[in-house]
């Protein structure tokens, strides 16, 4: 079940009980406490005379620098547990004579409501929370138990309040016999479909590169592509890493920005020579359209709308290279139809012996294909004829297309 929640006087709800709302915000305060004891460690290495030997030098700026990433790191975490503690939204109950009709209605299909309640958060967003159980066993004709599922309740809720609802991240898939609570959300706006292409070096058996479509919250999409430097196992082993470490971040509310330095400062402080990895985040949020680009030394992306092609690039390095990394955050509103399309460096360095890689953008606005596989398939094909069949680096191509809901996906 989510968190409690405590009724305050102005009809705002109060997301944690006051208890654990302590708790976390004294877990904020230590760790912010520790934040300052570790800049004032790094401050005092400063003030310290300065290392005639060379390699004592690199040592101490090292260790400076990893002292620097902890205190940001753990700022961070104390900034991030006290927004928790102090998350509120608006409580929208519903009328009586509503909760009958709703209660009837899901009893119909098997369902018994016990509570009802409709929460406003911060950002406007509205999150509905049902208190439910399924009504005694179901079985099938061949004798086996069913639960209804909770992808069935969102669709009698949406029919029985006129619009259209889906289930919240994290929500149990199915009722059961006892009550428990479920959250559901406002369909998003748009519905996106992915797909993916991949080449191995012609000498490797595994491909070093390594990608991710995850949805870390309701209606947010997020594609993650990584290049580990070098190819095979060792350059697999990085990439992987980083793409896992990413989404554990991100699942855990830090933002993309943040999730990035601290994915970096695990590289820079593993003290692995060879621990760098190209890292590109696309960020887009399904109910408006928006979406967000980081880059850190990965290659170009590419969005298509119709014949017309845009290209985004960052001058920036891989992770693993410094302590401290500075990454440019780009925007764009996708529009239905419009395709985003993510490449790793071996793609652009298999057109380079070919056409060149200013000719990707013609190209791709020349394809009529719809489905966002074909697509990828078709510019990897495209890319290994470039190079005369050979493929002399990974090769991987994502595609992501973006759809109104109303329309029928290719």
């Not at 960052?314 to 925007?331: C, D, I």
């Amino acid at each position: 079940m989510k968190k409690q929640m405590q009724l305050k006087e102005d009809d705002r709800v109060e997301i944690i009980p006051e208890y654990g709302r302590q708790k976390l915000l004294s877990c904020a305060e230590s760790f912010r406490d520790l934040a300052e004891l570790f800049e004032d460690g790094q401050a005092d290495e400063t003030a310290a005379d300065e290392p005639v030997d060379r390699q004592e030098y690199l040592c101490k700026r090292r260790m400076q620098e990893n002292q620097g990433l902890i205190a940001e790191h753990l700022k961070e975490m104390s900034h991030i547990l006290a927004t928790v503690a102090r998350e509120t939204c608006r409580c929208h109950p519903m009328g009586e004579r509503r909760f009958r009709q709703m209660s009837l209605l899901l009893k119909e299909s098997g369902i018994l409501l016990q509570n009802y309640l409709e929460l406003e958060h911060e950002d406007g967003r509205r999150e509905i929370s049902l208190t439910l159980r399924q009504a005694g066993k179901r079985r099938t004709r061949f004798g086996e138990l069913e639960h209804i599922s909770t992808e069935d309740v969102a669709d009698y809720l949406s029919v029985a309040m006129n619009r259209r609802l889906c289930m919240a991240k994290n929500t149990p898939p199915y009722l059961t016999e006892e009550y428990n609570t479920y959250y559901f959300l406002e369909e998003p706006s748009y519905h996106l479909l992915t797909g993916f292409a991949r080449a191995v070096k012609e000498s490797e058996k595994v491909s070093g590169d390594s990608y991710s479509f995850c949805e870390v919250e309701t209606g947010r999409l997020l594609v993650l592509l990584s290049d580990g430097v070098g190819s095979g196992e060792a350059a697999r082993r990085e990439s992987e890493r980083v793409i896992e470490m990413m989404e554990r971040f991100l699942e855990a509310g830090f933002g993309k920005e943040t999730a990035v330095q601290m994915v970096n400062g695990a590289l820079v402080t593993s003290g692995q020579e060879q621990a760098m990895s190209t890292l590109d985040v696309c960020d887009i949020d399904l109910y408006t359209g928006n979406c967000e680009f980081l880059k850190m030394g990965a290659a170009c992306t590419y969005i298509k709308r119709g014949r017309l092609v845009d290209r985004l690039s960052a001058q920036s390095l891989p992770l693993g290279v410094f302590g401290e990394m500075s990454s440019e955050l780009q925007t764009r509103t996708l529009l239905s139809g419009d395709y985003v399309i993510m490449l790793s460096d071996g793609v652009l360095e298999a057109l380079s012996e070919g056409v060149g890689e200013q000719m990707l953008p013609e190209i791709i606005g020349r394809m009529e294909y719809q489905n966002p596989g074909e697509i990828a398939n078709q510019i990897l094909a495209y890319a290994i004829g470039q190079s005369k069949g050979r493929i002399r680096d990974d090769m991987t191509v994502l595609v992501a297309g973006i759809w109104d809901q109303e329309d029928d996906i290719p």
